[in-house]
T-cell receptor, first 114, second 115 residues
Framework: DQQVKQNSPSLSVQEGRISILNCDYT??????FLWYKKYPAEGPTFLISISSIKDKNEDGRFTVFLNKSAKHLSLHIVPSQPGDSAVYFCAASLFNFGNEKLTFGTGTRLTIIP | NAGVMQNPRHLVRRRGQEARLRCSPM?????VYWYRQLPEEGLKFMVYLQKENIIDESGMPKERFSAEFPKEGPSILRIQQVVRGDSAAYFC?????????????FGEGSWLTVV
């Protein structure tokens, strides 16, 4: 039962353009969402998060949008840079229910084309 | 500030041997999580621990796997009688006590190869 889904296994974007990575979830109780970036042979690196009481959170080139009614969130990276090439994981938790474990999507491999 | 520290980074074991993976959380963090990533798959939750307590072990295989986070020292994930299917990357993560932040930070991972 995949509660967090990233339906695009891969995405290629031209350098300087906007990268949009999508994530859908099925559990309406999830109340905290995070994006992680992962390079090969390294651990996931935290990028940005959003609480379910918000619909947008911005940090530099990264913006996360949350649509609770659609159970959908997206990560926007603008402008995209070659160093952004990595696998991006969406994750969700039941933080306010006292369980902080993360449920991850299967990841989207982003390739930035110079 | 030191991040989440895992060791060993790489471990090779023969079938039937035991594997022990260690994790020291970030300073000030009291919650530890173990995740596993099989080849070509996403990260799967295994277990969530606080000092001397297992909070959620719903992702742990019922046999051969155990985890602890003692009062002193690192958290340990132990795999007994390893099989080829245990070959994976094992990631440890930590987070602060409740009310002090809600972001989970990961270590660099331990890669287990069973031959």
């Amino acid at each position: 039962d995949q509660q967090v889904k990233q339906n695009s296994p891969s995405l290629s974007v031209q350098e300087g353009r906007i990268s949009i990575l999508n994530c859908d979830y099925t559990n309406s109780m999830f109340d905290y969402f995070l994006w992680y970036k992962k390079y090969p042979a390294e651990g996931p690196t935290f990028l940005i998060s959003i609480s379910s009481i918000k619909d947008k959170n911005e940090d530099g080139r990264f913006t996360v949008f949350l649509n609770k009614s659609a159970k959908h969130l997206s990560l926007h990276i603008v402008p995209s840079q070659p160093g952004d090439s990595a696998v991006y994981f969406c994750a969700a938790s039941l933080f306010n229910f006292g369980n902080e474990k993360l449920t991850f999507g299967t990841g989207t491999r982003l390739t930035i084309i110079p | 500030n030191a991040g989440v520290m895992q060791n060993p980074r790489h471990l090779v074991r023969r079938r039937g041997q035991e594997a022990r993976l260690r994790c020291s959380p970030m300073k000030g963090h009291s919650h530890v999580y173990w995740y596993r990533q099989l080849p070509e798959e996403g990260l799967k939750f295994m277990v969530y621990l606080q000092k001397e307590n297992i909070i959620d072990e719903s992702g742990m295989p019922k046999e051969r796997f155990s985890a602890e986070f003692p009062k002193e020292g690192p958290s340990i994930l132990r795999i007994q009688q390893v099989v080829r299917g245990d070959s994976a990357a094992y990631f440890c993560a930590s987070s602060p006590p409740a009310g002090q932040g809600n972001t989970i930070y990961f270590g660099e991972g331990s890669w287990l190869t069973v031959v």
